[in-house]
């Protein structure tokens, strides 16, 4: 079910989702100043699974000894998107080849990291789909300390909890809180067939306010188009 | 006679434009801040067609209740860029898929945006080529307003005037003062010769002081080669 | 009356503006990234006198030949301040101590510039405060052209209309709309006595919970302090 | 105890602490970005009293219905200094003149806030020394959530755990690791008398490298110096 | 003579010297960047004294073993200013109390620094007038090498000479090319008299195009001022 | 002999150089703030010839009436690298199509400019790989000026010398001492090898802490795959 889900999420755009949501009163869900870095070519989908990071310092011996970050990748699972509070760190990376090639077997779909990555050319070929703040050949086990998994964190200035989607195109990676994730499908596909009638009245020469929002008196032949995939008369004749 | 000043300025690089600006006095004319975010394959150039965002305040209903972008939309002519400043503004689009497919639809070229659009993906297959500072997912309408259009704007730092031409590559975006655009297009073409002549030069071996820009030695190879096309013949030969 | 209202606003301060304004559904109104210069002694407050500049460019002669900014000035009347969007422009200064002066001697209250000043030792026996993005030696004539005046403009990223008021205090600069600025004294006043209140039951040791927002059960306490200027006898006695 | 170590502590300059700290191989504890806002006539000392904030979302009710902050304030303790992570947010301040009166009844010494304050001008008279990024006149509540406090956070980039010393003064602001505060005390008493030396000796004249670090050739006269408070007498006759 | 130089190129401030050397067709000459960090009391004049610094790298031993700095300070003379290329960089400053105390005693004015500082508590009592970047509490031995002294140097993006002068005041700190101090003290002087006048005009009501900058009409009147003191009857009177 | 070191620094990521020069105790040689502009297809390997620009000043005629930078080019040789301190500057390029065919036609490989180019668009067919800080149409013989060639710079915050190797892949450009290159590159072939065992553990499902870096328990069978080239049966049979 959850695959289900990951599917219709998928062809939502970020732009739909937003305002999906917003509709229904949730609004600080876009994570800023990160990038994608890699996986241009299929939007990326998938559960949150949260990894925080402190600043290091000599005195204190993080969890695990500073290996938690391992002991994390080991427990993802098939379809989940590693969320990564780095704190922005701009002089190190939190994850190489080697973690995200152990994540890529585990299923991971991708990475949105609120720090820096590292051996990018070696993250083409796993399939994966990241965001990140930029690339650095440093790691940062003597800079940063992972320290809990699976927790709420803030990435990019935007709350992310377990069990929340992310959601990342072009435009945008955002959060879908996981309780609304079926609502914003709902919505993206009825958002969709809108968008493409639109599209396809202004294609065929409508003004704005004719195509978009669907007027008041395109309403008729909307619901045609929505029930048979015609078009106006006027423009498919 | 306007397609034939837009045909004969995209082929002058923006260095080139810059230029032959500055011996005519004018230098205020780059814009900055911008990134080419579509379009890469064709140089954008084109007529200025202007508009202006003001910050949104609750208590104030802007011009057109704020559809003003809407109507300025409906205006334009084939062969116009669209040039707005949004005030730089970081945390929301003023143009989005809607919007650049009926702008696509009148015959725009392109967009030169001081701020962010949306809906990066379905800008590619409208062949528009836009400069701006980003993309965001969300909506501009609660925090910008359309204030005006066909003004004089400013837009990355630089003064756009009604009339005036938008000239873009790899290397930035300008603004080209209408009533220069034929000295800018005439001087392309010499500069573009002489470049490429020097260019040839430099592939042969020359030295750069022989090459670039052209030492009187030179000067009489280089008027042979405008004439024929020919090469010096220890070039050539 | 508007000399009332000046003094009745001046003692507002902008926390308390801005969630009076909150209050009625107006947020987008305080100015980000101005820092208060000179005129420390004192709250800014007056109506708002507008200047819009735009980029300097050497083929366009601004209007008034670039001396609009001086027509400007010698409009001001008592009791005004003057808010400039210079653009955020870094290298050169829109107001010095020449204009300053003359302002001053109008009865001008102060300034928020969107940019740059010069000849700030200048500005301290005039008695103005300031609001600016900081200092720079060079005048602006060859790189932004006064535009217009009177009209609205964009400061700091919020909108200024003639006639709003301006407001400012160690806090911020901030825009209160002009129709809006009696509620926002009366909002003051009551706030005034409120926060007065719960700061005597914080310097006598009350819990935060009991001491601010005033609590049901210090209701009535309240009353009769705002009545008598006396506090509850535990606190007085 | 801990008001002896803090009046000896105190005395330490930041400098001074990060240098024997760093003799102790602790290097990673100034905080960045932080400004003194208020209180600049005394060092800030005191133990870390810690709380983290997370980025406010519609959906999520945040633990005490978002009054956790007051909670926290409740529990202070004489001496202490509160270390607030509010993730470095620019549009929104997470303390204002009704918590900080609190803050100060109960004998805290300070603020160390990796974000911003409001009603500046009402810290000044309760004596707290405070560190932040800056100023704003919003309220925090629907931009941010306490989340926890007495947890290790970062603040300005560098781990603070409670129990940790923080070290203020117009160079920086520190975190002192709680159980090495005793020996960066008695490293700055040594180096109080050593700087001091130096100090007498560059201004008697002496060039750098007879002066500090203090010589081979002058430790005799720096011993005599220590136990006698006597300058050589070339310096002091 | 330089001492005269010194003092008469010690009243002119920053915005007339950067107008009298724009006269003489010299523009980069304001340092960007920088703030006066101390000694607010008194204009900054001296001849500029040069230092640069070069990254550090571990396998590279720097000039005199990285201790440069201090056998540049050894050489200061009276009536000089250090100018420091330290790279602007942000974590580590480059002169403290002690290397300051020496310069004071040395008789230098002050600094200019593009970089950072330290123990700034103890700039204060030296009287030394200091623009940099900022502060931090950590020296820069493994970070900066001193690389060469008395050489032409960028500083605050500028071009700085040995033999140039240097000139802060509240709006700026610029350098003033050697040969040409004795030009702008020259027009300082002029140019002092012409905006006292200016300032008197404003004062006493003249609108600003009659009193700056001084028009045709009061050109006599000037004359009899700056011959005898005395302003016109009509104001004076 | 130095083909043959370049061709094996050519395979070494900077991940892995950074690593290696790090183990001998060498770290700061990371290059910040730059990106790849054109030549994604190789990595950049060759020798650092050094070029360092000053700030432009009208009364300052520069070496070589500021075509220092052209006899530069001149004496470049096959399989150099360009590495140019521009200062960061962000207004103007210091590199165009001449400069780079020539720099091409000499065999050189690639740039590496802490500043801006231009003609971006021509680099691509002369097969050089170059970092900067991005794009820029004007030249800036006007603002910056060729200061020396061949002398230790700074360049993206790091040291070069003269002599050094310069690395570049999608993760970073940086520095390799010259004296270090042939460690480097002998690290590098023995991580290749070991990463790369790691990598098909990952692939073959093996858990990070079994896979990388390469455990006690599978030394034997690295052994066995560095000598034969097989993997361990359970994994190939």
């Known amino acids: 079910m959850t695959d289900l889900l990951a599917e219709r999420l998928g062809t939502v755009p970020t732009t739909t ?3 999906a949501l917003g509709n229904l009163g949730i609004r600080m869900v876009v994570l800023s100043g990160l990038n994608r870095l890699t996986g241009d070519a ?3 989908v998938g559960r949150a699974r949260t990894l925080r990071y402190l600043p290091f310092r000599e005195d204190v ?11 994390f990748i080991e427990t993802l699972q098939p379809g989940e998107v ?3 509070d780095a704190l922005g760190y701009p002089d190190a990376a939190v994850m190489g080849d080697m973690l995200s090639a152990r994540a890529a077997y585990l299923g991971v779909k991708g990475a949105v990291v609120d720090g820096r990555i590292r051996d990018l050319a070696g993250f083409g070929p796993l399939g994966l789909t990241v965001y ?3 690339v650095h050949p440093d790691p940062s086990s003597r800079l940063l300390m992972p320290w809990q998994f699976d927790v709420p964190i803030q990435c990019g200035g935007a709350l992310v909890q377990p069990g929340d989607w992310m959601l990342g195109d072009a435009d945008a990676v955002m959060v879908v809180p996981g309780h609304l ?3 914003v499908a709902d919505r993206g596909e009825e958002a969709a067939v809108r968008d493409e009638f639109s599209q396809k009245l202004l294609h065929a020469g409508y003004a704005l306010d004719r195509a978009f929002p669907i007027p008041e008196e395109m309403q008729e032949a909307f619901e045609r188009y929505r029930a048979t995939g015609h078009l106006p008369e006027s423009l498919d004749g």
């Not at 695990?64 to 391992?70: E, I, K, W």
């Open 17 to 19: 989702a937003k305002e």
């Open 42 to 44: 299929v939007p990326l």
């Open 61 to 71: 011996e993080g969890p695990a000894s500073g290996r938690l970050n391992r002991q």
């Open 82 to 84: 590693l969320v990564i």
């Open 132 to 134: 990140a703040r930029g």
């Open 181 to 183: 994730a079926g609502q």
